[in-house]
T-cell receptor, first 119, second 112 residues
Framework: GAVVSQHPSRVICKSGTSVKIECRSLDFQATTMFWYRQFPKQSLMLMATSNEGSKATYEQGVEKDKFLINHASLTLSTLTVTSAHPEDSSFYIC???????????????FGPGTRLTVL | GENVEQHPSTLSVQEGDSAVIKCTYSDSASNYFPWYKQELGKRPQLIIDIRSNVGEKKDQRIAVTLNKTAKHFSLHITETQPEDSAVYFCAASNNQGGKLIFGQGTELSVKP
């Protein structure tokens, strides 16, 4: 149980185009999903917290108009990188917390990540 | 906001030796401290976690200790094996929606 999927696993796009990444909780309902970005040989940097049915909360320094997050259902959150540029090339990972999670100690389940390459 | 510092950035040990990775955090409100193992190109995998009401937790060859007063926690791996080679991340979380703040990571290499 507690499986999180991401699609696509890899994407290559041209500079200036937009890319949508999907994060799905397959066997549980997730009221909260998190989006991280990880550059090579670096740590996971939290980009935003996505709550079902409400606007995402972005971390300081993350442009909300460039990284559009939608959490329309309890099993799906999407991240759209708008007008992508080469510096946006990175590994994007989502995680999800169960709807039953009652506190900070409840595990987050990570997706397999999406490798974005912007040419 | 929370800041998590992790040391060392790289660690090389001989198979069978122990490995210790240390983290410090800044927010005294943090009360959940997980450790993740990440292999190249893969998702982070939770290997052990500890809550602030516990000082130590052990799971087979892996243990974590927490010192709330000093705001630091450590991962201990005993009898290391080559398959333990990976990047390890510590993280901290508080009651604010459960978001995790990660340390910088430690690349562990276990030499046979």
């Amino acid at each position: 149980g507690a499986v999180v999927s991401q699609h696509p696993s890899r994407v290559i796009c041209k500079s200036g185009t937009s890319v949508k990444i999907e994060c799905r909780s397959l066997d549980f309902q997730a009221t909260t999903m998190f989006w991280y970005r990880q550059f090579p040989k670096q740590s996971l940097m939290l980009m935003a917290t996505s709550n079902e049915g409400s606007k995402a909360t972005y971390e300081q320094g993350v442009e909300k108009d460039k990284f559009l997050i939608n959490h329309a259902s309890l099993t799906l959150s999407t991240l759209t990188v708008t007008s992508a540029h080469p510096e946006d090339s990175s590994f994007y990972i989502c995680s999800a917390r169960s709807r039953l999670a009652g506190g900070p100690g409840d595990e987050q389940f990570f997706g397999p990540g999406t490798r974005l390459t912007v040419l | 906001g929370e800041n998590v510092e992790q040391h060392p950035s790289t660690l090389s040990v001989q198979e069978g030796d122990s490995a210790v990775i240390k983290c410090t955090y800044s927010d005294s409100a943090s009360n959940y401290f997980p450790w993740y193992k990440q292999e190249l190109g893969k998702r982070p995998q939770l290997i052990i976690d500890i809550r602030s009401n516990v000082g130590e937790k052990k799971d087979q060859r892996i243990a974590v200790t927490l010192n709330k007063t000093a705001k630091h926690f450590s991962l201990h791996i005993t009898e290391t094996q080559p398959e333990d080679s990976a990047v390890y991340f510590c993280a901290a979380s508080n009651n604010q929606g459960g978001k995790l703040i990660f340390g910088q990571g430690t690349e562990l290499s276990v030499k046979p």
